[in-house]
């Protein structure tokens, strides 16, 4: 069973315009939320994370959004550019942020000049 | 520091074939992870070590595979008798233990083809 799901499985918007990437999760023992960013032919780079105890964590152009009664969790990227266009994972973890991760099948982001 | 470095990125490989990967990962990381990736689906966990001790096992890691991280810096995942199922990408990751804010490092991979 998919704890972790990213249902667009693309998502294509404008240069200068906001992306937002969503990520639903099902386990209520996860408390630390990651995203990554793969290119192809290369492995995931992390790109920014949240603890449960935070509803919000914003790195230049990222930001995070957590709402645990929801189970929901998204990623703005502001303003998005064209070498942001890549696959991006949402990742949870049950014992913070050096344990076993949990992916979702990832959304593929395309920034259109 | 190059980074967590895979070896090879590419294996091809006749079903029933043994093979065996290496993963290098930052000096200074005491974890190391095992993922793998098959076409559209995200990295899914496999085994991780804390220095030389391997902690945990996925059950997708079958008696087939079998991980080691001798003296707690290289590791290595072979797999024998490999199957068509096994193609994948393999990834290896490190990271520091303890709570820090930031996620893994991973390395690029290495893809892996049973014909």
């Known amino acids: 069973d998919q704890q972790v799901k990213q249902n667009s499985p693309s998502l294509s918007v404008q240069e200068g315009r906001i992306s937002i990437l969503n990520c639903d999760y099902t386990?209520?023992?996860?408390?630390?939320f990651l995203w990554y960013k793969k290119y192809p032919a290369e492995g995931p780079t992390f790109l920014i994370s949240i603890s449960s105890i935070k509803d919000k964590n914003e790195d230049g152009r990222f930001t995070v959004f957590l709402n645990k009664s929801a189970k929901h969790l998204s990623l703005h990227i502001v303003p998005s550019q064209p070498g942001d266009s890549a696959v991006y994972f949402c990742?949870?973890?049950?014992?913070?942020?050096?344990?076993?991760?949990?992916f979702g099948k990832g959304t593929l982001l395309t920034v259109n000049p | 520091d190059t980074g967590v470095s895979q070896d090879p990125r590419h294996k091809i490989t006749k079903r029933g074939q043994n093979v065996t990967f290496r993963c290098d990962p930052i000096s200074e990381h005491n974890r190391l992870y095992w993922y793998r990736q098959t076409l559209g689906q995200g990295p899914e966990f496999l085994t991780y070590?804390?220095?030389?001790?391997?902690?945990?096992k996925s059950r997708l890691l079958s008696d087939r595979f079998s991980a080691e991280r001798p003296k707690g810096s290289f590791s290595t995942l072979e797999i024998q008798r490999t199957e068509q199922g096994d193609s994948a990408m393999y990834l290896c990751?490190?990271?520091?233990?303890?709570?820090?804010?930031?996620?893994?490092?991973f390395g690029s991979g290495t893809r892996l083809t049973v014909v």
């Open positions: 990751a490190s990271s520091l233990g303890g709570n820090s804010k930031g996620g893994y490092t």
């Open positions: 070590f804390q220095n030389e001790a391997q902690l945990e």
């Open positions: 990742a949870a973890s049950g014992g913070g942020s050096n344990y076993k991760l949990t």
């Open positions: 386990n209520s023992m996860f408390d630390y």
